[in-house]
């Protein structure tokens, strides 16, 4: 007789457990950046943002925090005015280098 083994339960990848210190940031914002997705951007500054808890995010740029969630979703066409309010939140900023 065999024993049938439980299936494994698998968690969803979550970004933001993972973006504990500065550096990380950097580096997750840096490799996104380089892709060219401006889909893939708002996810990443998301991603920080809950990291970051998204209440204080949000305080820190001057938006509510439903705001925030709504300019940071998939599709959102936020004006660069936000983009540039949340990096400054979350502590990181643009930095442009020839190509």
Do not use: H
């Given at each position: ?31 996104v950046l380089e892709t ?48 540039m309010k949340v990096a400054r939140a979350l502590g ?8």
């Amino acid at each position: 007789m065999t024993k049938t083994k439980a299936p494994l339960k698998l968690v969803a990848f979550d970004a933001a457990r993972y973006l504990d210190d500065d550096e990380a940031i950097a580096e997750y914002m840096t490799a996104v950046l380089e892709t060219n997705d401006s889909d893939l951007l708002l996810l990443a500054l998301s991603d920080v943002a809950r990291a970051k808890g998204m209440a204080q995010v949000a305080k820190d740029a001057g938006l509510g925090r439903e705001s925030l969630y709504k300019a940071l979703s998939p599709g959102a066409k936020p004006r660069f005015e936000t983009v540039m309010k949340v990096a400054r939140a979350l502590g990181v900023k643009f930095t442009v280098q020839p190509v």
